[in-house]
């Protein structure tokens, strides 16, 4: 019977058994089969980045964890102050304007398909106006984005697997993280720790702010104010000497700022909104915002990244260009629907004083938290000009404390160790609740706590 015959009247299991006795596969260089009754397998290898992240993505265990809480007390009344997921209603002027858009697709008259990679102009425009007032920022240095997680993800794109990264630790996983897949880092040491990252220490005792002095030059620089997790604003002098060290070294500064709209009022003065307010800035920095923790919009999607004209790379070719090309290449742009609510949030006086009223909501449930921990005797940090409440808890590993709390009052916290080394011994509590279940929390805490 000749070959093809033989195959074809034969299972495969067995004529792959026969080519694997006979070693025809390794012959024709071809990759061996899986074992009879295994799983199938492809001869794909994996990216060797996956193997060295540790554990699973923070936010996702959290919410195993909350489902396996939930198994073991299915009748229990769970309150989240983990994850910070915005849970107040986004305002009326706002969803308006999304509706009034979606209607309009419906009309030969008002359907828009894909529109620029880089967002609407009009949103552009408002971005730059009403965001960065007086600071320089056209339009065109604007790019509009589905979320400044996402943005984070497309610059370590951008800037490939051979640069070095600096992060504040703690930090948010999602720069590490990404620093990881991207192939820019080693393996985690026993303390969490990845070769190839400057991890830049940020603790009570040094008031949440590096000694830039001992900074390891790095290619880049992950900084994010008010911090997540820590809920520190950096100051304006602090801001300063971080530009500084970025001009030096001939670094780029990654501003994260989106929770930058917390910063209160009478202390915008010392504390900026944007590192843009520091002079010299536009040559060494990107800034990424977003419009999920003051406006509501952590379903809907939306954010930016700013990229100055002036911000060069060693060989004298523009950033932006490059950034615009990952852009073009990786993204289709934000949905027309979500930008028609952005530019709600920022074109009319009424509007900006709508979403500055959600602000105002989730800030006095962080000073509620602050009094409750405080009153409790606890050492707590932020909260003041941010969503996060930094609480400490001496000679505790924070996984642990994450679950006793949750098992004695059926609220949810984030460990701190999740964000990094430095986090360790410390949960970080979200002030995005209602209020009525924020005081429910703080009465079970106080319960627990007392």
Known sequence: MATGQCMQALPMEVWNSWLLEKAVLPALDVAPPVKIGGPRRTSVLRNPNMEKLQ????????????????????????????????TEPIPSIVTS???EYALA?????????????????NLRKEIADKVYPDMGIKESEV???????????????????NVTIAVQDPTFPGYVDNGVIMGQTGKADDGGRYAGIEYMRCAPENAFFPDLSRVRRTDVIFFCSPNNPTGHAASREQLRQLV?????????IVFDSAYSSYISSSSSSSTPRSIYEIPGAREVAIEVSSFSKFAGFTGVRLGWAVVPDELLYSDGVPVARDFDRVVCTCFNGASGIAQAGGVACLSTEEGRGAVARVVGVYRENARVLVETFRSLGKEVHGGGDAPYVWVRFPGRRSWDVFAEILEKTHVITVPGSGFGPGGEGFIRVSAFNSRDKVLEACQRLKSFLA
Not at 244 to 252: D, F, H, P, Q, V
Request: glycine share 12%; hydrophobic share 30%; charged share 25%.
């Open 244 to 252: 500084e060290l970025a001009r030096r070294n001939g670094s780029i």
């Open 143 to 161: 790019f509009i984005s589905d979320g400044a997680q996402c943005d984070i993800a497309r610059l370590q794109t951008l800037f490939g697997p």
């Open 105 to 121: 697709l419906s009309t030969p008259e008002g359907y828009q398909g894909y529109g620029p990679e880089q967002g609407h102009k």
């Open 55 to 86: 554990k699973g993505y923070l936010f996702p265990e959290i919410s195993i964890k909350r489902e396996e809480h939930l198994k073991k007390y299915p009748d229990a009344k769970v309150i989240s102050l983990g994850i910070g997921d915005t």
């Open 97 to 99: 304007a999304m509706a």
